[in-house]
């Protein structure tokens, strides 16, 4: 177990510091070790790693072979379809599907359970596109806010007409609950 730094398996690969950091993050994750706080790669290990983890250049010997399938690319810039992931997924050689797909049958069982979940308290009306209530609140806030607006033009000549404070408190905060209430009814 050849313990070596970054930049010596760098050189080892005939690679940059650069790959070989990318590298240490998924693909030879477990070469890398860390003693006496400093970070160590098992050269052997970590070859072991690269070649199981890492797809061949293209124009390289070992890519030009015939009998190895190539995964298709997947683009992870939009939501691949279900065709794309299919091909991707069939075009995986033996040895890149993982071995203990119980997380994974675990993620996709919770997700489905999850997207049923939904589906039935959308059909229960029990939830709603958010869209819609943002719609709904939006014509709430205007209608509330255009009958505050409105309400400074309906009392400002009843109130000059008034001396007495506790009517001109009366009729402010009758418009105020006529408003409010209108908020509440929606």
């Known amino acids: 177990m050849p313990l070596v730094t970054q930049a010596e398996y760098a050189k080892l690969r005939r690679c940059s510091e650069a790959?070989?950091?990318?590298a240490k993050k998924d693909r030879i994750k477990g070469a890398v070790v860390t003693r006496d706080g400093k970070t160590w790669i098992d050269s052997e290990r970590a070859?072991?790693?690269?070649?199981?983890?890492?797809?061949?250049?293209?124009?390289?010997?070992?890519?030009?072979?015939?009998?190895?399938?190539?995964?298709a690319e997947l683009s992870l810039d939009r939501m691949p379809t279900d065709l794309a992931l299919q091909a991707f997924i069939m075009g995986l050689p033996e040895d890149q599907i993982p071995d203990d797909l119980s997380e994974i049958t675990r993620r996709k069982e919770h997700y489905e359970a999850e997207r049923r979940r939904v589906a039935a308290l959308k059909d229960r009306g029990e939830v709603v596109p958010a869209a819609d209530v943002k719609t709904e609140a939006f014509e709430c806030a205007r209608g509330v806010?255009?009958?505050?607006?409105?309400?400074?033009?309906?009392?400002?000549?009843?109130?000059?007409a008034t001396t007495d404070a506790r009517e001109c408190h009366r009729l402010l905060s009758e418009e105020h609950r006529v408003a409010l209430r209108a908020l509440a009814d929606g």
């Open 145 to 160: 806010r255009d009958a505050l607006l409105r309400l400074a033009d309906r009392l400002a000549p009843l109130l000059a």
């Open 47 to 71: 070859d072991q790693l690269w070649k199981r983890n890492s797809r061949p250049r293209r124009g390289s010997a070992q890519a030009d072979k015939p009998d190895r399938k190539q995964p």
């Open 19 to 22: 790959a070989v950091s990318t």
